[in-house]
């Protein structure tokens, strides 16, 4: 098989494998609402329960109950907090009955749990309770290019490793784009984000504790070495795959782990938590 060929596979190979990667990381963070279904009164019940909101408005998750004799109720409260518990009946609109959680400043977390009845019979919609945190909204001119370029970075980063163990011509090339759209995406739109979402622009290494902000900077970190090394000596192709490596252990932390909660007691935004 020639290089052309082999590299038109692995390309294939490198795509496919970061969506996996991409779908994992997005659905395993705590930012991923839960859903799933249950049963009352011998009818199936779909929920989708919000553990993120963006924007100025109130939080509303929504649960599929056709039956209008399925009545709801949920009761929230501050999280990490000694306050009593707020409860609510649930609005029904069409088939569907509707959780409206007030909304909170930016980094400011609700915890909360849903209940449903019919003639007598009552159930809790997920058995544990649920952790929502509210942020700023994010305009899009933002958000759509840093998801594309660090999407894009962790396919050429994975396409670099590929290179390296084919030993492949284009090592330091590859390298020379992902840590651009690494920076790009990582370090110049990943703050802006931050800036929009919870009014920082960084909250990582030396002035927080934040996971995103810090892997992202251990990551652009390794490539620089890598890259450094391969303008050096292109026969250095070794850190190439320590760096792709390093990114790939990176993107398999789920994401938006010990990111920023308010302190509801000292009014600040805490990170790492």
Same mark, same amino acid.
């Given at each position: ?58 939080? *509303? ?101 590929? *290179? ?35 009014? *920082? ?73």
């Amino acid at each position: 098989m020639n290089y052309k060929t082999k590299s038109i596979l692995l390309w294939i190979f490198t795509v496919i494998f970061t969506i996996v990667i991409a779908i994992y990381q997005r659905m395993t963070g705590p930012t991923y609402p839960e859903t799933g279904k249950t049963e009352i009164a011998g009818q199936t019940i779909k929920y989708r329960l919000l553990t993120s909101h963006g924007g100025d408005t109130d939080a *509303e998750s929504r649960i599929f109950a056709t039956d209008t004799a399925i009545k709801g109720k949920y009761i929230y409260k501050r999280f990490n907090t000694d306050e009593e518990w707020s409860g609510e009946e649930m609005k029904r609109d069409g088939d569907y009955l509707i959780i409206t959680l007030p909304h909170q400043a930016p980094a400011g977390k609700l915890i909360y749990k849903v209940k449903l009845k019919r003639d007598g019979q009552a159930i809790s919609i997920y058995k544990e309770p649920v952790v929502i945190r509210f942020k700023g909204g994010v305009p899009n001119w933002v958000l759509y290019p840093h998801i594309l370029l660090m999407f894009l970075a962790m396919v050429f980063s994975t396409r670099t490793g590929l *290179e390296v163990l084919i030993k492949g011509k284009n090592t330091f090339k590859y390298t020379y784009i992902t840590i651009i759209l690494l920076f790009i995406g990582g370090l110049i739109l990943g703050p802006v984000m931050q800036l929009y979402a919870f009014g *920082e622009l960084w909250t990582g290494w030396p002035f927080g504790q934040d996971l995103t902000d810090n892997k992202t900077l251990v990551a652009f970190a390794v490539w620089l070495v890598a890259l450094i090394r391969l303008w050096k000596n292109r026969e250095k192709r070794g850190w190439a795959l320590v760096a792709a490596i390093v990114m790939l252990a990176i993107y398999l932390i789920p994401h938006s782990v010990l990111g920023s909660e308010l302190d509801y007691a000292s009014g600040e935004i805490m990170t790492g938590k």
